[in-house]
C-alpha cells in the first residue's frame, strides 16, 4: 500500500513558494483587506492605499486563495465580509497591530544609536524653552550630538522640507502635505504693546494709537504676514515707517518711539518682557491669535517628535504661559498649552502655507 505523502511534500522537501506565488500571505495582502472592508470597495481601497483598483483586487485575491477562503463578497454595495472575512478580520487587526508595535520597537532601537538630531526653534523659544527640550532629548538619546539653531517660522519649515534639519517649531500650517507630522503646542494670541504712558488718560484708543509711530514685523516673517493681513480685513493702514525683523528689535523701536506695535505675548517675552518701559494691554479691534506647532518628517523618527512635543508642552507652560499671566492676569485662557485633543483640531488661526 503506498503511503500519502507528508505535510512537506514529496521526498520530504519543503514546497517551494516563490515571490510571485498567490498563495503567499503578505501583511500588504492584509492591508488591502482591511482597506477593502473599512471603505466599502476595491476602488475606495485602492485610493485609501495610492495603489491600482487591479492591483488591490489581484492582492485580496491573493489572499483569499492562501487562505484557502473567500473573504469579501465583492458584488454587495458596501462590500461585505463573508462569515471568513468576519473571522478573519479580527485576525487581521490584531496582525496589522503587531507589526505596528514591531516597527515602532524598530524604530526605537535605532533611534537609540542615532548619532546626531538637528533642530531649528522660532526665538520665542530660545531661552528656557530651548534647554530644556535639548536636556530632555539628551537623557532619551545619550549617544546623540545635538545641534540647534533658531529661524523664523518659514525659514525653519523651508530647512525641513529641504532635510536640513530634522525637527522644526514653526507657525502652524493650515493643510500641511502628507509627509509632514504635525503637533500643536501652544495657542499665542495677539496682543497690544505700547510705549508706557501711551494712552493714560482717556480719549479714543485706537484714534490715540494711529497718531502715534507703528512698528512692524517684517513681511518675510509669518506672524508679520498675519498682522498686515489682519489689519487689512479691518481696513486700518498706519503709517509704514519702522518695520524689523525680530522681537527684541521691535520691543526696543517700540519704546524708544513712544509708539506701538501688534505681537503676541510670547513675542513680548522674548523680546525682554515689558519691564519699564513698555505696556501690555488688549486689541483695540477684533482679536486674533497663533498656533506654534512641532513638525517632523513623518514615519522618520518613530516617536521621537511625540516625545519632544510632550517635552516642548511642559517647558512652555512654565517658561511662557505662566509668565504671560503673570504680566497680564487678563489673558486668562487665551494663551494656554493645548492639549491632546485641542492639538488635534484645526487652530483658530493658522497659516495657508504648503512646504
Avoid at 477593502?36 to 491573493?62: D, P, Y
Amino acid at each position: 500500500m503506498a503511503c500519502p505523502p507528508d505535510r512537506r511534500g514529496m521526498a520530504g522537501r519543503a514546497p517551494v513558494v516563490t515571490a510571485g506565488d498567490p498563495a503567499r500571505l503578505t501583511l500588504r495582502a492584509i492591508e488591502v483587506f482591511v482597506a477593502v472592508l473599512e471603505e466599502g470597495s476595491v476602488a475606495a481601497g485602492a485610493r485609501r492605499l495610492g495603489a491600482s483598483a487591479s492591483t488591490v483586487s489581484q492582492q485580496l485575491s491573493n489572499l483569499e486563495a492562501a487562505l484557502g477562503a473567500r473573504l469579501i463578497d465583492r458584488a454587495a454595495r458596501p462590500a461585505a465580509p463573508t462569515p471568513a472575512g468576519h473571522v478573519f478580520h479580527r485576525r487581521a487587526l490584531a496582525m496589522l497591530d503587531e507589526a505596528a508595535r514591531a516597527r515602532t520597537e524598530l524604530a526605537e532601537l535605532a533611534l537609540a544609536r542615532l548619532p546626531q538630531l538637528r533642530l531649528a526653534v522660532v526665538e520665542d523659544f530660545d531661552r528656557g524653552v530651548l534647554p530644556d527640550l535639548a536636556l530632555g532629548l539628551a537623557a532619551a538619546l545619550p549617544d546623540c550630538t545635538l545641534i540647534a539653531q533658531g529661524g523664523p517660522s518659514h525659514a525653519n519649515l523651508a530647512a525641513l522640507e529641504a532635510r536640513a534639519v530634522d525637527l522644526v517649531t514653526a507657525a502652524r500650517i493650515a493643510a500641511p502635505p502628507d509627509w509632514v507630522e504635525q503637533h500643536a503646542l501652544v495657542r499665542d494670541p495677539y496682543v497690544l504693546v505700547t510705549a508706557r504712558g501711551l494712552l493714560d488718560g482717556d480719549g479714543d484708543t485706537l484714534a490715540r494709537l494711529l497718531a502715534a509711530p507703528m512698528v512692524r514685523y517684517t513681511a518675510a516673517q509669518l506672524m508679520g504676514q498675519q498682522i498686515e493681513a489682519h489689519l487689512r480685513r479691518l481696513r486700518l493702514a498706519p503709517p509704514r515707517r519702522f518695520v524689523f525683523d525680530t522681537n527684541a528689535a521691535v520691543m526696543a523701536m517700540v519704546a524708544q518711539s513712544g509708539g506701538w506695535a501688534v505681537t503676541t505675548p510670547l513675542g513680548l517675552l522674548c523680546g525682554g518682557g515689558a519691564g519699564d518701559t513698555l505696556e501690555i494691554r488688549p486689541l483695540p479691534f477684533s482679536g486674533f491669535a497663533r498656533t506654534l506647532s512641532l513638525y517632523a518628517r513623518r514615519d522618520v523618527l518613530g516617536g521621537l517628535p511625540a516625545r519632544a512635543a510632550a517635552l516642548l508642552r511642559r517647558s512652555i507652560a512654565e517658561h511662557c504661559v505662566d509668565p504671560a499671566r503673570a504680566a497680564a492676569p487678563w489673558l486668562g485662557a487665551e494663551i494656554r498649552v493645548l492639549d491632546a485633543a485641542e492639538a488635534r483640531a484645526p487652530a483658530a488661526t493658522a497659516l495657508p502655507i504648503g512646504i
